[in-house]
């Protein structure tokens, strides 16, 4: 796990929590700590341990899985455990259930326990089902005369019948799990264990297990403590919750509270001082406004391109009778696909590599255009792909290809020549500069910038060079540190009187910061409508903004890059909104739920919310 993953205490939520003096106690975890020591180096036989003994070599590393954890757990309560893979959850419900003796503090226990843990354990694959149902079940302290009176609904549970007699060994994992569930859960005891059972076996049988386990709550008031990684489980079925990182307490409280701090911070890397900020977004009780908010989202990059268009579609302004196309599955060659159509005012679709999405498809009939202009060579987008466009319709198509990246930008600057009017400013960039580059796609397609490639750092070839000093540019903008465009690589364009603005942040997201405040004060300064809308596209997967460009033309708005799992990019998202002083009054996401999530967003929208009334 990331060392940057914050391991302090958040806030104590249980300090809000009143007083429940009429219930007892049933599990009490007093400043428990638990430490395994692990071999500094690997050997191999008992001959190499005895030797390092003698010699006294043998180093141990401590390892705190635990670190001084303290809670209450009252009868009837129903508890939930969170956190990350490694957090200390399993170790925790093992000195709990007394598998485990802890290195530090106490564990007092009142009641009888039903650990289900490790479910399947002390199984025999040799055995038959039915020979181990009683095995299992004195591993588990039943007695062989419980086990008979039992056996037919352990059976009916499990649902098992017809293969009793059949060795273990032949049965699924999930069949396994069901048989373990049904011996651990035959009785009825006081404290309930359950780590990840609910995750284990089909669907139905989880929600079997589930049934089951609502039933001991219910009717018996059992009191049960559940590991889940599934959140809404856990705010579904527990009153409290504790949430655990590296063997830390970060969080305890209602179960409704800590499963939405979790959300917005669990696992997240970041620096305190940037969580911290994040931690105070969520507990702002902020009404976010009407139209704040916007999702655009296909079921894929697709169909996030389609949804794009269809949004150009609904605005006032002259249909292109043009379609630019590219293969969504190149970054770089989306890039220059959006800056085409920044200068034809055409929309962009997006294509595999040898099929036409069904999606697209359709988009295209309902379109209709006069031309599609395909970028990229067959190794792009194959001949499939045109043919399918041809047929059956009256679309012209073209395409524009080069040897390689440099030469495919360089012959849609050329062909663009044709067609329209390039602005007075180029763009260079190399592969792999992806964000900087989406963060200044406003930017090209409204003030039609040509976006030119190098294929090896620190050399810009002589037909890029000559195609940019061919053209009516009085600005280069360059992507790119000193180790990809070093001052010398720039002479020519400088000798030429280019104004050269180059933009290379600390980090992608201060990059982005760069562009967007520049880019807004050169619009603004040109005549351009102010933004008012931010388009918010993660970094670590920006696919469904390949397609961005025309759009964000179109409803005049910047690119904001926020990556929800780095806590420090979404505080500087924070700064950046403020920074502009309410000018800000919508976000627009791009993709669906596994971009931002809900909470993702309705963090973001308090800050814009919060700018907008200072």
């Known amino acids: 796990m990331p060392e940057n993953v914050n391991t302090t205490p958040l806030s104590m939520l249980s300090n809000h929590i009143k007083p429940e003096n ?3 106690a049933m599990v009490s975890v007093d400043n428990v700590s638990m430490i395994f020591n692990m071999a500094s180096e690997q050997l191999n036989s008992l001959k190499e341990y005895a030797i390092a003994v003698a010699r006294r070599e043998l180093i141990f590393k401590e390892f705190r899985a635990l670190d001084r954890i303290s809670f209450e757990v009252k009868k009837g309560d129903v508890f939930g455990i969170l956190g990350t893979n490694g957090s200390g959850k399993s170790t925790l419900l093992k000195i709990v259930a007394g598998v485990l003796e802890p290195s530090e503090g106490t564990c007092t226990i009142n009641g009888n326990i039903a650990p289900l843990i490790e479910l399947g354990a002390g199984f025999d694959m040799e055995l038959t089902a039915r020979e181990n ?3 299992n079940g004195a591993l588990l302290g039943y007695s062989r005369k419980f086990i008979n009176q039992h056996f037919d609904e352990i059976v009916e549970f499990a649902e098992i019948e017809t293969f009793l007699d059949m060795p273990m060994k032949n049965y699924s994992s999930g069949m396994i799990a069901r048989i373990a569930f049904a011996i651990a859960t035959v009785i009825v005891p006081e404290i309930l264990i359950v780590d990840e059972v609910l995750s284990v076996g089909d669907f139905m049988f989880q929600q079997k297990c589930e049934r089951r ?4 709550i219910k009717e018996h008031e059992v009191t049960v403590l559940i590991v889940s990684h599934n959140n809404d489980q856990i705010e579904r079925l527990c009153n409290k919750a504790i949430w655990l990182e590296k063997g830390h307490i970060r969080t305890v409280g209602s179960a409704k509270e800590v499963c939405r701090i979790y959300r917005a911070l669990g696992g997240h890397l970041g620096s305190p001082e940037s969580e911290g900020k994040v931690f105070n977004a969520l507990l702002e009780n902020v009404i976010i406004p009407e139209g704040t908010l916007t999702t655009i989202s296909g079921d894929d990059r697709y169909g996030t391109a389609v949804k794009l268009l269809e949004e150009i579609e609904s605005t006032e302004l002259d249909r292109s009778t043009r379609i630019i196309m590219t293969s969504g599955e190149s970054d770089s060659m989306c890039l220059i696909a959006n800056s085409l159509a920044g200068l ?4 962009l679709l997006l294509a595999k590599h040898d099929s036409l999405p069904d999606v697209t498809s359709q988009a295209l009939k309902r379109y209709a255009p006069e031309e599609v202009i395909v970028l990229g060579s067959q190794k792009q987008v194959s001949n499939h792909v045109t043919n399918e466009l041809t047929a059956n319709t009256e679309i012209a198509v073209s395409r524009i290809e080069g040897k390689n990246l440099a030469e495919t930008a360089r012959e849609v600057f050329w062909q663009g020549l044709k067609r329209g009017t390039w602005g007075s400013t180029a763009v260079i960039t190399y592969d792999g500069c992806t964000g900087d580059t989406i963060s200044l796609l406003p930017y090209i397609c409204e003030k039609k910038a040509p976006l030119f490639f190098i294929t090896t750092y620190c050399t810009i070839e002589q037909e890029t060079i000559h195609a940019i000093l061919s053209g009516s540019f009085d600005r280069l903008i360059v992507l790119g540190g000193q180790a990809s465009f070093p001052d010398s690589c720039l002479e020519p364009f400088r000798n030429a009187g280019m104004e050269i603005v180059r933009f290379c942040g600390t980090t992608p997201y201060h990059a982005n910061e760069l562009i967007n405040n520049w880019t807004s004060d050169i619009l603004k300064t040109d005549g351009y409508i102010e933004s008012e809308n931010l388009i918010v596209s993660p970094l670590g997967n920006p ?6 460009g ?3 033309k179109v409803n005049h708005s910047l690119i904001l890059i926020v990556e929800p799992q780095d806590l420090d990019s979404v505080a500087h998202a ?12 919508s976000l627009i996401f791009l993709g669906d739920s596994t971009r931002f999530s809900k909470l993702d967003k309705e963090i973001l929208g308090k800050v814009v919310t919060q700018a907008l009334a200072l």
């Open 22 to 24: 009429g219930r007892a």
């Open 133 to 135: 149902i009683y095995l």
């Open 213 to 216: 386990i609502m039933q001991l």
């Open 344 to 347: 034809l005012d055409a929309p």
């Open 543 to 548: 696919v469904d903004t390949f397609a961005v």
């Open 550 to 552: 025309p759009y964000a």
């Open 574 to 585: 924070f700064d950046f909104i403020k920074s502009r002083k309410g000018a800000i009054k």
